[in-house]
């Protein structure tokens, strides 16, 4: 497993360590029934979630607003290790086909290492240029990502 290397320019980082299993973070993202409490910061809600958890399977999210937005996206995994990792990017579809007309294009990859307090929680942003990453900072990364890491953290505490 090799971590990506972060370009400042193009790649954003949410790099924390919470007091939860490795495990119950890993179920929180891979098993849709637990993705959904937590996935986008509230008062926006996932009402709908499908994981196809392999490479090259898609991840699709439906996500709704207070004042009815809707947003629908899907994406596909591009890695997969059991606890410690997960790579995803919106840029392609089921089986690596590539989308067309994708706004905001990146892949995240997710990295949980077990810690003695817990599991520190590694995000990686990875955007084609620096544009997307502006876009994708303004859009609230560090707030959205942060605010749902916090969600993840009380609902599996009350698995």
Not at 97 to 115: I, M, N, Q
Request: charged letters at 25%; one cysteine or more.
């Amino acid at each position: 497993m090799i971590t990506p290397k972060i370009d400042p320019q193009t790649d954003l980082v949410l790099d924390r360590t919470v007091d939860v299993p490795r495990e119950l973070v890993w179920r929180a993202w891979t098993e849709p029934k637990h993705l959904m409490p937590w996935f986008c910061p509230l008062p926006w809600k996932t009402v709908d979630c499908a994981i196809d958890l392999r490479p090259g399977g898609a991840f699709m999210t439906h996500m709704q607003g207070p004042n009815g937005e809707s947003m629908k996206d899907t994406g596909c995994y591009l890695e997969v290790v059991p606890h410690e990792r997960l790579t995803w990017t919106g840029a392609l579809g089921p089986d690596f086909r590539p989308k067309a007309g994708v706004e905001l294009a990146f892949t995240a990859v997710l990295t949980f290492e077990k810690t003695a307090r817990g599991t520190r929680y590694l995000v990686q942003a990875l955007h084609p240029n620096a544009a997307q990453k502006v876009a994708h900072e303004k859009m609230g990364f560090a707030e959205g990502w942060g605010a749902a890491l916090d969600q993840l953290v009380k609902y599996v505490k009350a698995l």
